[in-house]
């Protein structure tokens, strides 16, 4: 059974960090990419970022480049959204999404957050950044 478990999602201070956590089972992660999305309230869902499996290609919206760094330990099964700088319209839902071995990004490199061009989903993990 494919299950992607979201994880280290906390309220902080504007300008702090977080890392969270996206842990897979039910499938190697070697093979697959794995993408990063978050949605807040009233707002449609957003691409954040996306590593792939193989060449380990990396894809981040402009709104996080530079302040955000997503990474993938296959022998731990699990990838990381290392989230840094953080602002208050970085206030969302975070899920991560998996689908095999390349990230699906459109024409301007922009990860795309549809649920038809992913496989599976997490169940999300809150992120609040507020003073």
């Known amino acids: 059974q494919v299950q992607l478990v979201e994880s280290g999602g906390d309220l902080v201070q504007p300008g702090g960090s977080l890392r969270l956590s996206c842990a897979v089972s039910g499938f190697t992660l070697d093979y697959y990419a794995i993408g990063w999305f978050r949605q807040a309230p009233g707002k449609e869902r957003e691409g954040v970022s996306c590593i792939s499996s193989g060449d380990v290609s990396t894809y981040y919206a402009d709104s996080v480049k530079g302040r955000f760094t997503i990474s993938r330990d296959n022998a731990k099964n699990t990838v990381y959204l290392q989230m840094n700088s953080l602002k208050p319209e970085d206030t969302a839902v975070y899920y991560c999404?998996?689908?095999?071995?390349?990230?699906?990004?459109?024409?301007?490199?922009?990860?795309?957050?549809?649920?038809?061009?992913?496989?599976?989903w997490g169940q999300g993990t809150q992120v609040t950044v507020s003073s």
């Open positions: 999404a998996t689908r095999y071995h390349d990230c699906a990004v459109d024409y301007y490199r922009t990860v795309v957050p549809g649920t038809a061009s992913w496989d599976y």
